[in-house]
């Protein structure tokens, strides 16, 4: 079931015995995700598939999204596409009247989460964890992009500018003081 900002996943209860196995798919609109300065827009929905696992202690949750995401070029600012597939991963810990769920020993407190007392888990924050880990740290349209002259911002990709990058310009740049600078050897 998917509600507004949330991928909404009912445990049922033939799930809550141990070793119980379920597959859940779907998709969701995801309009804009943000990475630093850099915002990605999708393409279109993004997909995902889940197996949901119940391991006695806890629901484990496993499994893929992908989706095609848009942002702007770091150096020229053209649109750069990427297909991105992440991996979903969950684990909830069971909990209810006569259960007590213990914390594992191996997992730090982030690395787990309670299920809640609907058995609703929100797969959203998952999907968008996997997406997050596949997203390029610097997003480029080549790896020789040229980027944007500093004086015209003309696109470099499609040819030189015809600014005068003569020693006029060089004297107003902050870094013109190095060039008389003499290392020793």
């Known amino acids: 079931m998917t509600e507004r900002n949330q991928v909404l996943v009912t445990v049922p209860e033939s799930l809550m015995e141990t070793a119980a196995m379920d597959h859940f798919e779907g998709t969701i609109e995801v309009p804009e995700l943000a990475s630093g300065p850099d915002s990605y827009t999708f393409t279109g929905p993004v997909s995902w598939s889940v197996d949901v696992t119940n391991t006695g202690d806890a629901i484990l949750v496993q499994g893929k999204s992908a989706a095609d995401a848009t942002t702007a070029c770091a150096r020229c600012l053209e649109d750069v596409s990427y297909h991105l597939e992440g991996d979903i991963e969950g684990y909830f810990l069971i909990t209810g009247e006569d259960i007590e769920a213990e914390e594992p020993e191996d997992m730090e407190g982030d690395e787990f989460d309670y299920l809640p007392d609907n058995r609703k888990i929100d797969l959203l924050p998952l999907i968008t964890a996997g997406l997050l880990l596949e997203l390029p740290r610097v997003p480029l349209c080549d790896d020789d992009c040229k980027g944007l002259c500093p004086h015209c911002g003309k696109n470099l990709n499609e040819g030189p500018c ?20 003499h290392l020793e050897d």
């Open 162 to 181: 015809d600014c005068d990058t003569a020693a006029d310009n060089l004297e107003a740049s902050p870094f013109a003081a190095l060039k008389n600078l």
